[in-house]
């Protein structure tokens, strides 16, 4: 079935992402590739990498993408250096720079990287648009996450408190950082959940443990994931970006329907055809991984609600028929 963008502008969209080599921002740069917008990548350089020289070109066409249509562009944040060429023209911004959440150990050092990757590239986004001197930017969206909403059996709006720990921290600061972006154009946060795709992300070390038989549940299992399919994910970024009657602000971009931890493991293994009967408890998880296991052990119970009050129609909104579609395409 094929699914239009919602009224895509005249011309040719320029669409600008920052963060865009990860699971989402390389789905998104296809997809609106695949909808005839021009997609220009900022990508992170190391620190100790010199940026080229600023008279030739560092933008390059990312590889299996639409020849000319997606194109990859250095920028550093924490050393304040971009090719400005690739801000010529940028219609639209999308803001998904930050370090993996889950990738490594939660040391001090790890913890200012997360910090970091989220607050001064959003500082550093801001900067840069504001100096560029000709066409202004139609909206912006921001990446942040349900991370900022305290766990448990609430459900949490828009409107929720913010919770306690880490991951509530660094999700406000992350949103403070890139509030200054509305003074260049509408700006959109997604409060983003877990997102399911057959690429990695969440599924990426569940999927291989499952089809051996050997998936568990964590802790007491009653932890809820709201989690969403990564073709919505996408698809609500786009939503945001080009629906004529799109208010900006602060949405959750979770599917309708959240589930607990215990049944999402169970439909998992049913999906592959494999037994769900290992359950690991709380206790090896906060010895192994210390704070970190919240990310695994807590949960966040998100509403959808305003997101679909604004018009957004979700193609997955239940686990099973998600997860069938992204294992057995």
């Known amino acids: 079935m094929q699914h239009k963008m919602e009224n895509l502008p005249q011309n040719r969209p320029v669409v600008l992402i920052s963060g865009g080599s990860g699971l989402i921002g390389t789905a998104l740069a296809n997809h609106l590739a695949d909808k005839d917008c021009e997609v220009r990548i900022l990508g992170r350089q190391g620190k100790s990498q010199p940026m080229r020289d600023p008279k030739e070109p560092s933008a390059r066409v990312v590889e299996g993408a639409t020849p000319g249509k997606i194109t990859y562009w250095a920028w550093n944040p924490v050393l304040s250096q971009v090719d400005r060429a690739a801000l010529e023209g940028v219609t639209h911004v999308v803001n998904l720079a930050g370090a993996g959440i889950a990738e490594k150990a939660w040391t001090t050092r790890r913890r200012k990287e997360l910090l970091e990757s989220r607050t001064l590239s959003a500082i550093f986004l801001k900067q840069i648009l504001a100096e560029r001197p000709q066409g202004a930017i139609e909206r912006i969206v921001t990446a942040s996450a349900i991370g900022y909403y305290p766990t448990g059996e609430d459900l949490a709006v828009e409107s929720s408190p913010r919770g306690q720990g880490f991951l509530a ?161």
């Open 169 to 329: 921290m660094l999700t406000h600061a992350w949103e403070q950082s890139a509030e200054p972006l509305n003074a260049i154009a509408p700006l959109t946060t997604l409060r983003i959940g877990l997102v399911l795709s057959a690429r990695g992300g969440l599924l990426g070390p569940l999927l291989p443990v499952t089809r051996l038989g050997l998936g568990a549940s964590m802790g007491n299992g009653r932890q809820w994931m709201s989690w969403i399919h990564q073709e919505d994910m996408v698809r609500l970024i786009a939503h945001a970006l080009f629906a004529p009657n799109w208010s900006p602000g602060i949405y959750n971009a979770v599917a309708p329907l959240p589930r607990r931890h215990l049944e999402f493991m169970r439909s998992l293994a049913d999906s592959v055809h494999r037994p769900l009967w290992l359950a690991v408890p709380a206790w090896p998880l906060r010895w192994i991984m210390g704070e970190r296991a919240d990310l695994i052990l807590n949960g966040v119970k998100a509403s959808s609600q305003k997101t679909m009050d604004a018009g957004f129609t979700f193609l997955y909104p239940d686990l099973r028929p998600a997860l069938k579609n992204l294992l057995h395409p």
